[in-house]
């Protein structure tokens, strides 16, 4: 009985520890970078395909791009883990 209340308490830890992968397009939407940018034409920030084409084929670019954005250096802080950020970024990266 002691052994099954512990299973259920270590179950019951992970899974509250467990969070959610969303989509790099859905937390662009959640977090309201689409407030901000446009895939394809220059909002308040600029688009999508510009800073894709800006980081085209530089190594550590989303690295680079996830510290900017959760430091608050040149761009509003934004409130993510990192991989809704890594996601988020991903996306922006692949536009085209």
Do not use: W
């Not at 009985?1 to 467990?18: H, K, N, P, Q």
């Amino acid at each position: 009985m002691r052994s099954i209340v512990l299973v259920m308490v270590a179950a019951g830890l992970f899974i509250s520890g467990m969070v959610y992968a969303q989509s790099g397009p859905e937390v662009l939407k959640a977090k309201g970078c689409l407030n901000c940018h446009e895939f394809d034409k220059k909002k308040v920030g600029p688009a999508y395909k510009e800073v894709a084409a800006k980081y085209k084929g530089k190594k550590g670019a989303a690295g680079e791009l996830v510290a900017k954005i959760k430091g608050g250096k040149g761009h509003p802080k934004i409130e993510a883990s990192d991989a809704e950020l890594k996601a988020a970024i991903g996306t922006v990266l692949s536009t085209k």
